[in-house]
């Protein structure tokens, strides 16, 4: 209290004031300060933890498991078209095909256009279908409908078969997805998280001001990849606990291995940030450049649908990006409970990304 | 005794080609508040920021406490605070946690709650940066520069752009600071500035230190300690000339029709030139006599005012 303090001679009081720090006051500060300043951006909020979720919500909707799509087709209107109709009628795929009735103008048009999959012309010679063989549900409207209307009419199938319909968890889109969102997400807060933040101090001239104070400049980068450690943490159990929570996902993997991956993908690109990052002065400057290395991955790393459809040819490049590594490795330990030992080649090659965009940065790193 | 700040033979050039500091000396003593004057562009950043060791020179040597920044540059920057021009701090932490993260950095801090007290920021300890005024984040700008309980205080154009209040502030917290055996390096262009505030003073030009000394003693070393400055209308001319023949005027200098004359003595030079106005049938439009400033030293030594705006 006031009246105890006066009792001291003010330069005793200020010798006793000085306080002594630790070896790591200052990372823990660091740290301490980047975690508040993320937090009161409502912006950071919703890109790193609200963004990924509506996405996943809004493909896992959209591409949800339902029975097949009835089959659109279009029937020439002639002298024939209602024995067509009545053919389709009787067949056993009756309620998996709808078939209207139209001019023949029309029904190209309207083929053309995408809303019917086939057009069929019946003459008295027998049934002519109009079909794209470069649209799969047009090639599948064509053996559906001759199908129904040869069985209709009569055919018999000479070999007996039975089907058994199948789709379990593990082999939906949802499941594809939720990996390939994590690995993105962990790409995009990491080139941010790190390569934006560290151009906006530099232009700042906050970087300076820090170096021209004792801080050690090792722990302004622990700082940084730490808290980019946290985030991922919180990321991983919000982007898996809503697969599992909202689309009954199933994590096969151990949920350490899955961790551990997300923390080397968290990591590997806070490295490839860092070097984004090295010398940018503008944030416009690096925002552009943080964008052009993350597009290729955006496009082969198979987030969002299989790299298998890319030519062979350069599926060998596809699985060298780190993307491509982290989401086969989250791939293989959520969806197949791979162990970590299995997954060693992608995570050897997203550790060399990392690996080496860091030493490179800290070589190229400007500081004002 | 040994100087807080030394430099010899101090140049930085860019690019190889634009030489911002063109060989430098400087001697600094504890407690001294040293001002390096001049105007924008002349070297003072390049000098100062040098001086930090944030810059290295292209040649030329520097000492801090008897130190080098090769080899020492830990014990170095735990010795020193410095604020830098324009740096923009987290505008999404509080002034507490900003003076809390830039303490955390030095081994043996001063508690933040005796700097917020010191200057002045205690209400305002707990607003984010981004709500503070100018005056009250250049003044969190010198705190993280004191919260590392420094010996040298760098402050590089501590009051550009701030109001006369918060300047005074300003002046009064490094007042403060010298008190305690703290040495102050700083730049400005303001004369006014360098005149109260700075014990000593350097003026700069184009890279080279053209005039050093208290401020009284530069001053005094204009040949005539007084200003008188007139304008006229009217009369039939006579010459610019003709002024410096009246009686104790030292030098003669036109600013667009504002004449200063540079004098000893004014009570012999103003009755000598009302007779010289009357004598041309012109009419004085204006006349005010006072003290020479730093500004006229400037103006004696380069031809150029310090603030072109």
Not at chain 1, 102 to 110: H, K, N, P, W
Not at chain 1, 264 to 271: C, I, M, T
Request: aromatic share 8%; proline share 4%.
């Amino acid at each position: 209290m006031a009246h105890l303090d006066t009792q001291s001679p003010p330069e005793e009081k200020l010798q006793t004031q000085v306080q002594t720090n630790g070896r790591w006051a200052g990372y823990w500060a660091i740290l301490g300060a980047r975690m508040k300043e993320l937090w009161r951006e409502p912006e950071v909020i919703f890109w790193v933890f609200v963004f990924p979720l509506l996405l996943a919500f809004g493909l896992g909707i959209a591409f949800r498991d339902k029975p097949a799509d009835v089959t659109s087709i279009a029937v020439v209107n002639n002298a024939h078209a209602q024995q067509m109709v009545v053919l389709l009628q009787r067949s056993p795929q009756k309620n998996a095909i709808h078939a209207d009735v139209l001019d023949e103008s029309v029904a190209l048009d309207q083929f053309r256009l995408g809303k019917y999959s086939l057009v069929v012309t019946a003459d008295d010679s027998g049934v002519h279908y109009r079909y794209d063989p470069a649209r799969p549900e047009s090639v599948l409207a064509r053996s559906q409908v001759d199908d129904a209307l040869q069985t209709a009419a009569g055919r018999t199938s000479p070999l007996k078969a039975e089907t058994t319909q199948s789709s379990e968890p593990g082999a939906r889109y949802i499941d594809f997805l939720i990996p390939g969102l994590l690995g993105m997400n962990l790409m995009n807060s990491g080139m941010w998280g790190i390569g934006f933040a560290v151009v906006d101090m530099r232009q700042r001239k906050l970087l300076k001001r820090f170096i021209a104070s004792p801080m050690r400049r090792t722990d302004f980068l622990l700082a940084l990849g730490s808290s980019r450690l946290i985030l991922m943490i919180i990321e991983v159990g919000l982007l898996l606990g809503f697969g599992v929570l909202v689309f009954h996902m199933k994590v096969e993997g151990s949920l350490l291995a899955i961790l551990l991956v997300a923390a080397l993908g968290a990591v590997s690109f806070g490295g490839i940030g860092l070097l984004t990052a090295s010398r940018a002065q503008k944030i416009e400057s690096v925002s552009g450049l943080i964008n052009l290395v993350m597009m290729p991955m955006w496009i082969f790393s198979g987030v969002f649908f299989s790299y298998e459809r890319f030519p062979h040819a350069i599926q060998p490049l596809i699985k060298a990006l780190p993307l491509t590594a982290l989401n086969d490795a989250l791939r293989a330990i959520i969806l197949q409970g791979a162990g970590l030992s299995s997954q060693w080649v992608p995570l050897a090659v997203l550790a060399i990304w990392g690996g080496v965009s860091f030493l490179v940065a800290l070589k190229w790193f400007r500081w004002s | 005794m040994q100087s807080a700040i030394r430099c010899r033979g101090l140049k930085k050039t860019y690019d190889g080609k634009v030489e911002a500091v063109r060989g430098l000396d400087l001697s600094i003593e504890t407690g001294e508040c040293f001002g390096l004057l001049g105007p924008n562009g002349a070297g003072k950043t390049t000098t100062i920021e040098i001086l930090e060791g944030l810059l290295e020179p292209t040649s030329g040597d520097v000492e801090i406490l008897g130190m080098t920044w090769h080899g020492h540059e830990r014990e170095l920057r735990e010795r020193l605070g410095i604020s830098l021009q324009e740096t923009r701090l987290s505008e999404k932490l509080t002034v507490r946690e900003t003076l809390h993260l830039f303490a955390s950095f030095y081994h043996h801090p001063s508690p933040v709650a005796h700097v917020l007290d010191e200057l002045s920021l205690n209400e305002k300890a707990d607003a984010m940066v981004g709500k503070l005024s100018g005056g009250q984040k250049q003044r969190l700008a010198v705190a993280t520069a004191l919260v590392g309980n420094p010996k040298i205080l760098f402050l590089d154009e501590p009051t550009t752009g701030l109001d006369p209040q918060s300047r005074r502030q300003l002046w009064e917290i490094i007042r403060q600071f010298q008190k305690r055996q703290g040495t102050v390096l700083l730049t400005t262009h303001y004369m006014d500035e360098a005149e109260r505030l700075c014990d000593r003073l350097a003026i700069i030009d184009h890279g080279k230190i053209i005039a050093e000394g208290t401020p009284a003693e530069l001053i005094a070393g204009l040949s005539g300690h007084h200003v008188v400055e007139f304008s006229i209308s009217g009369g039939n001319g006579g010459g610019d000339d003709a002024w410096g023949r009246l009686q104790g005027v030292q030098s003669v200098r036109n600013d667009d029709g504002l004449f200063c004359l540079q004098v000893e003595e004014p009570h012999h030079t103003i009755p000598a030139l009302l007779s010289a106005v009357q004598q041309r049938g012109a009419q004085l439009a204006h006349l005010t006599t006072r003290q020479a400033s730093l500004e006229d030293v400037f103006v004696k030594l380069t031809g150029r005012h310090l603030r072109e705006d």
